[in-house]
């Protein structure tokens, strides 16, 4: 018997020569690969085996590492001229021919996550795609199943001259194989019932059964073929959630907690999208419908104000739940368009992810108001000191607090009865109020309207709703001078906001 090491056999991160299995599409991508002239596209879901099997087929046919040359779209995803990264690659100037003269000394050039370029480039490329194949140029392109078709739409002649493959997940067959051929090359044997369970919840996916079988040898003390008789691995795959998890961790967690934060660090109210996120981690399924996120995040709402304060701000949600997507890096992940009637998640990876995920501990990456408020504070102020408020709303926006700063909601105050709005914002949507006082502060209008409205608010609040910030000594009347205050004559704004940081988590934690 052949002896291995662990990481020879089982090995999410590196080409599986022992446990690699054959795609459906093998055959027809090799011909591909055969047929001189063709430009040959590969996509499908992160962690689906196109990688896996390029290498595999480049293997079979006895193309070398010195045949062909090969970069990532993610080296190159702020460039937006095709000739600057191919002159950086070929080490050549930015000239077409000079770039084609270099190109024709390989065999293929290879473009793996070709979907992270920028959309100039892609457009560049798809245009010219065709005139390198008429210079015997050939490119394999790897990529999402959107990138792919962004690719074709951009030159309708480019179809007989390029062979699309988009691959999906596997077969539980072929999934049941990579097992085997794991367990004849280390002499162990996953228990019937745990083996199911790595079948199910890998759902097709290469890449997961990798890691997951090479967690459970690592948890089952085999480091390498067993000796003598074989070895059974009887575990289950709670017993090693959290080790799976840090696999996925480095490439997922960042993204969520800045899915459910939101547009411009959580401004959204009512912890919406950190709502949305739970529901679809908690619903196992790979399409969600919006009708169902809405029955769970603002039907089960019994108090009409809270249900349509909710409601408003879950169709504010989906207004830019795209764009979100987008600035948080998951749109090869998840897919929604604006006025879609579902989320749908692209990545069986990121499926399985969300699936084994403490939303508890995205929860606490988080600023989770109370319900009854839309923002964790409000600010009053003379127009005057405008550019001292302005940096603490800055700063506090990009600690995850949500302010009430009249700049930001122009759209909303536009043709509205302020005092109504006002009073509404100080009254009952914000936990706190933080007023700057300065010696313009008594002598205007709007922010003696807007004190007294916090006054009489702070008679109701327990234990405290006015967060006085001093610019200079003038007093105001009706607030009283033993009330705790800062002062930004002896403290910075930055560590006001760290202070202010810190009295949401305790209130948080209460």
């Known amino acids: 018997?052949?002896?291995?090491?662990?990481?020879?056999?089982?090995?999410?991160?590196?080409?599986?020569?022992?446990?690699?299995?054959?795609?459906?599409?093998?055959?027809?991508?090799?011909?591909?690969?055969?047929?001189?002239?063709?430009?040959?596209?590969?996509?499908?879901?992160?962690?689906?085996?196109?990688?896996?099997?390029?290498?595999?087929?480049?293997?079979?046919?006895?193309?070398?590492?010195?045949?062909?040359?090969?970069?990532?779209?993610?080296?190159?995803?702020?460039?937006?001229?095709?000739?600057?990264?191919?002159?950086?690659?070929?080490?050549?100037?930015?000239?077409?021919?000079?770039?084609?003269?270099?190109?024709?000394?390989?065999?293929?050039?290879?473009?793996?996550?070709?979907?992270?370029?920028?959309?100039?480039?892609?457009?560049?490329?798809?245009?010219?795609?065709?005139?390198?194949?008429?210079?015997?140029?050939?490119?394999?392109?790897?990529?999402?199943?959107?990138?792919?078709?962004?690719?074709?739409s951009?030159?309708?002649?480019?179809?007989?001259?390029?062979?699309?493959?988009?691959?999906?997940?596997?077969?539980?067959?072929?999934?049941?194989?990579?097992?085997?051929?794991?367990?004849?090359?280390?002499?162990?044997?996953?228990?019937?019932?745990?083996?199911?369970?790595?079948?199910?919840?890998?759902?097709?996916?290469?890449?997961?059964?990798?890691?997951?079988?090479?967690?459970?040898?690592?948890?089952?003390?085999?480091?390498?073929?067993?000796?003598?008789?074989?070895?059974?691995?009887?575990?289950?795959?709670?017993?090693?959630?959290?080790?799976?998890?840090?696999?996925?961790?480095?490439?997922?967690?960042?993204?969520?907690?800045?899915?459910?934060?939101?547009?411009?660090?959580?401004?959204?109210?009512?912890?919406?999208?950190?709502?949305?996120?739970?529901?679809?981690?908690?619903?196992?399924?790979?399409?969600?419908?919006?009708?169902?996120?809405?029955?769970?995040?603002?039907?089960?709402?019994?108090?009409p104000v809270l249900k349509n304060r909710k409601n408003t701000s879950f169709n504010s949600c989906l207004k830019y739940f795209a764009e979100v997507i987008e600035k948080r890096k998951l749109n090869d992940a998840l897919y929604y368009r604006k006025g879609a009637s579902y989320i749908s998640i692209e990545d069986p990876s990121f499926r399985f992810y969300l699936t084994l995920l403490d939303m508890e501990l995205v929860k606490s990456m988080l600023f989770i108001r109370n319900n009854q408020y839309s923002y964790d504070v409000a600010v009053s102020f003379a127009g005057e000191n405008r550019a001292i408020v302005e940096k603490f709303v800055n700063i506090s926006k990009e600690k995850g607090i949500t302010v009430f700063y009249d700049f930001d909601v122009q759209h909303e105050l536009w043709g509205k009865e302020l005092e109504k709005k006002l009073v509404d914002v100080y009254s009952t949507e914000a936990l706190y109020m933080i007023i700057f006082i300065s010696k313009d502060y008594p002598i205007k209008d709007w922010t003696n309207f807007e004190s007294e409205v916090g006054r009489n608010e702070s008679k109701k609040r327990l234990p405290e709703y006015i967060l006085p910030i001093k610019i200079d000594d003038t007093p105001i009347v009706g607030l009283k001078s033993n009330i705790g205050h800062l002062d930004l004559r002896q403290i910075d704004i930055e560590r006001i906001v760290e202070i202010l940081e810190q009295k949401l988590l305790e209130q948080k934690s209460e």
């Open 1 to 152: 018997m052949d002896n291995y090491i662990l990481e020879e056999v089982f090995n999410e991160a590196d080409f599986p020569k022992v446990t690699f299995v054959k795609s459906k599409y093998y055959r027809e991508i090799r011909s591909s690969i055969r047929s001189n002239g063709k430009h040959i596209t590969l996509s499908g879901p992160s962690g689906c085996g196109k990688t896996t099997l390029l290498k595999g087929l480049l293997n079979d046919l006895n193309i070398l590492d010195t045949d062909f040359h090969e970069f990532n779209g993610r080296t190159y995803s702020d460039v937006n001229d095709l000739f600057d990264i191919f002159s950086k690659e070929m080490k050549t100037t930015t000239d077409f021919d000079d770039i084609t003269k270099e190109f024709l000394k390989n065999k293929f050039i290879i473009i793996d996550d070709f979907h992270h370029l920028t959309a100039p480039v892609k457009e560049q490329l798809g245009k010219l795609l065709k005139l390198w194949h008429e210079k015997n140029v050939r490119f394999i392109l790897v990529g999402i199943a959107s990138s792919a078709t962004e690719l074709i």
């Open 154 to 303: 951009l030159d309708p002649e480019l179809g007989i001259r390029n062979d699309p493959y988009e691959l999906k997940q596997e077969s539980d067959e072929f999934i049941d194989e990579l097992i085997n051929l794991g367990e004849k090359a280390l002499n162990i044997k996953f228990e019937s019932t745990f083996r199911e369970e790595i079948i199910r919840a890998c759902n097709g996916v290469p890449s997961i059964t990798q890691v997951i079988c090479r967690i459970s040898c690592v948890n089952s003390d085999i480091e390498e073929t067993v000796q003598g008789e074989e070895k059974l691995v009887n575990l289950e795959l709670k017993n090693i959630k959290e080790s799976v998890l840090r696999i996925f961790n480095a490439k997922y967690f960042d993204k969520v907690v800045g899915l459910a934060k939101g547009k411009d660090h959580a401004r959204s109210v009512h912890n919406t999208y950190y709502d949305i996120i739970f529901h679809i981690a908690k619903s196992e399924k790979s399409e969600i419908s919006i009708e169902w996120l809405r029955s769970k995040i603002v039907n089960t709402i019994k108090d």
